[in-house]
């Protein structure tokens, strides 16, 4: 497509329940982000793929987080047994290389909602 | 680590009004990106400064890079109702990790 794309937009669960949450990056991407931003925050980085490389997971805040990327396209980021404190917008971002010369495009967010 | 910290945090702006953002870096910097969230959307890219001293301008927006590439600014003249959002400062952590700042939300009083 012609920008990232992720889904859900929108997200309410109950605490304790699984979430996905799916990004499909810009064709040709080679590079993968996540990022968190909660309500009046800034970018909290939490995971970053690059072809492929061993994933940086260095920024998930827990083990109840975790990220894969199928065939080097589509990234999952699931979270388990969701706490209140995980409610935030979750930010996929791609970019065409790893170079940190290159632009980061930022998808539309899904804003999860922990009840 | 290397940090970037965002100066104001929020600033409330008369239309017509010029205003400055600050951006600071712990570390050097290879570069420094700019970008813009308007209110319930995402972070878009604005710019990208390189060089030492470098100055862009896009219309009304004017930014800087420092000479020890360690800060940046963005200037605003005459802001109008469009320039509402938040604005992100980052800088590579490393080859591929972008540090993104806290952010400046502008708001405009017409």
């Known amino acids: 497509g012609a920008g990232v794309s992720q889904s859900p937009s929108n997200k309410v669960t109950e605490k304790g329940k699984d979430v996905e949450l799916r990004c499909d990056p810009i064709s040709g991407h080679t590079a993968l982000y996540w990022y968190r931003q909660s309500l009046g925050q800034g970018l909290e980085f939490l995971i970053y793929f690059q072809g492929n490389s061993a994933p940086d997971k260095s920024g998930l805040p827990s083990d109840r987080f975790s990220a894969e990327r199928t065939g080097g396209s589509v990234s999952t980021l699931t979270i388990q047994r969701t706490q209140q404190e995980d409610s935030a917008v979750y930010l996929c971002?791609?970019?065409?290389?790893?170079?940190?010369?290159?632009?980061?495009?930022f998808g539309e967010g899904s804003w999860l909602t922990v009840v | 680590g290397q940090q970037v910290m965002q100066i104001p945090q929020y600033q409330h702006v008369q239309e017509g009004e010029d205003f400055t953002t600050y951006c600071n870096s712990s570390t050097t910097l290879s570069n420094i990106q700019w970008y813009k969230q308007r209110p319930g959307g995402h972070p878009v890219f604005l710019i990208q400064l390189v060089k030492s001293g470098e100055v862009k301008k896009q219309k009304r927006l004017t930014f800087q890079f420092g000479e020890a590439k360690k800060n940046s600014s963005l200037h605003i003249t005459a802001t109008q109702t469009t320039d509402v959002g938040t604005y992100f400062c980052a800088g590579p952590r490393n080859d591929y990790k972008l540090s993104f700042g806290a952010g400046t939300t502008v708001t405009v009083r017409a």
């Open positions: 971002a791609s970019r065409l290389q790893g170079s940190s010369g290159n632009t980061i495009y």
